[in-house]
């Protein structure tokens, strides 16, 4: 049944099926011709798949980056990171980065803050001669670091599957997620600086001034998501929903770049991320269920202890098995399908559940942009016009870089406990 499953799961992958119907089918078809369970099962996996808490917040959020995209606060962010940053060596890549840090905190997505910052920063990073690879490879995997700064929408997936607090997780995120950025903008100043790449003129006090009263409104969303959480005034769906408010309220009636048409839109094109990604969540959910049934837990646990009885082994093995997830599959089915299985046997070698959490999310970040089916690459491709094989070329230097910092959060676990010690 096993080898049927994945033979069926990788022929409907790389046939282009969408990634619900490649899971669906191929645990459907494992269920009909390998087993005496009904086919029935299917609907009540599917649909017990996404009938879980923690998934409320995530249309809340999806629908704020939404309305931040198109109600102006990205664009003023993106000033704002440009002012603060742009005299600096690759003062432009740094503010892309910069700003893609602050717009994961405002989305928790990395496709939207890819399509966010991307699709104004690249014309200007082109204007400004970068070249073309290292141009690309910046837009492409930039946006990844959304999957760690808090709310991630991939850390909530990840609380879902394991039943690790939210909170605990979005205080690990912020210190990895600023360890993996600050990786990336050292070697954006390192490269700059070697290519002699044209910088901003430094601004004035009163020119940071104004653009930070300008962004304050989107600088402040952040704020009130974690501060509302970490108070207790708020749990993470109510912070989810209050973000939306927040951001349509900030649209409307401060910045007053949307009217109730755009607000429409905005409405229908976040109803349908939020069917994309929770479809996925349900596939991934029943095929997970028909992993446990073919007892895959059991003989990958045995399997992985007979090779990494360790703690750092164990850790290494397991980010070789995610990165190589990473190129193939989507974030959100790759935590639903491998964290139920990696989980126990991280407890049981008595690794911390929230550093496990994060190390697991900080390989799907790099998933997001590694060849040959990261997704990112696909979102970049419809923001650059580029083909895949070039947006592909452009990222094995940011690659390596991340993979530097996972390699530093994986066996540091302070990057990601600090502040929850501290706060619990």
Not at 293 to 304: E, K
Request: hydrophobic letters at 55%.
């Amino acid at each position: 049944m096993l080898t049927v499953l994945a033979l069926t799961l990788f022929i409907f992958l790389f046939s282009s099926m969408p990634i619900f119907v490649a899971l669906t089918f191929s645990s459907l078809i494992a269920i009909m011709f390998f087993t005496n369970i009904p086919p029935m099962i299917m609907v009540q996996r599917l649909f017990g798949g996404m009938d879980k808490f923690a998934l409320m917040s995530l249309p809340f959020f999806i629908l704020a980056a939404d309305l931040m995209d198109f109600g102006g606060l990205s664009e003023r962010i993106l000033r704002w990171a440009r002012i603060l940053v742009g005299h600096l060596h690759g003062g432009l890549g740094m503010a892309t980065q910069v700003a893609c840090m602050f717009f994961g905190a405002l989305s928790g997505s990395s496709p939207a803050t890819v399509i966010a910052v991307g699709k104004l920063m690249y014309p200007e990073l082109v204007k400004q001669k970068y070249p073309g690879k290292f141009a690309t490879g910046l837009i492409v995997s930039s946006g990844s670091v959304a999957l760690l700064i808090p709310p991630s929408i991939t850390l909530i997936i990840y609380a879902t599957v394991t039943g690790v607090s939210v909170s605990s997780l979005f205080l690990a995120g912020i210190g990895a997620g600023l360890v993996y950025g600050l990786a990336s903008l050292v070697y954006i100043y390192f490269f700059a600086r070697k290519h002699n790449l044209p910088r901003d003129k430094r601004a004035s006090f009163k020119e940071l001034l104004t653009a930070t009263k300008d962004a304050s409104w989107s600088l402040m969303i952040p704020v009130i998501i974690l501060g509302g959480i970490y108070l207790g005034i708020l749990t993470p769906t109510e912070a989810a929903g209050f973000s939306a408010i927040y951001a349509m309220f900030v649209g409307l009636v401060v910045y007053k770049e949307l009217n109730l048409k755009r607000l429409a839109t905005v409405c229908i094109k976040s109803a349908t991320t939020s069917a994309q990604v929770l479809i996925v969540v349900a596939a991934a959910q029943a095929f997970g269920w028909i992993l446990t049934v073919g007892q895959v837990p059991q003989m990958l646990a045995q399997s992985i202890i007979s090779y990494a009885s360790t703690p750092i082994a164990f850790l290494l093995l397991v980010n070789i098995i995610l990165l190589i997830a990473g190129m193939f599959m989507d974030g959100v089915a790759s935590i639903i399908i491998l964290a139920p299985l990696l989980y126990p046997l991280a407890n049981k070698l008595g690794i911390d559940p929230v550093h496990f959490g994060v190390v697991v999310v900080t390989n799907l970040c790099i998933g997001q942009f590694t060849p040959p089916f990261g997704l990112n690459l696909f979102v970049a491709n419809g923001i650059t016009g580029l083909p895949i094989g070039k947006l592909s070329s452009g990222v094995l230097s940011f690659v390596l870089v991340s993979i530097i910092a996972l390699l530093l959060i994986t066996y540091i676990p302070e990057i990601s406990l600090f502040l929850p010690n501290l706060a619990y």
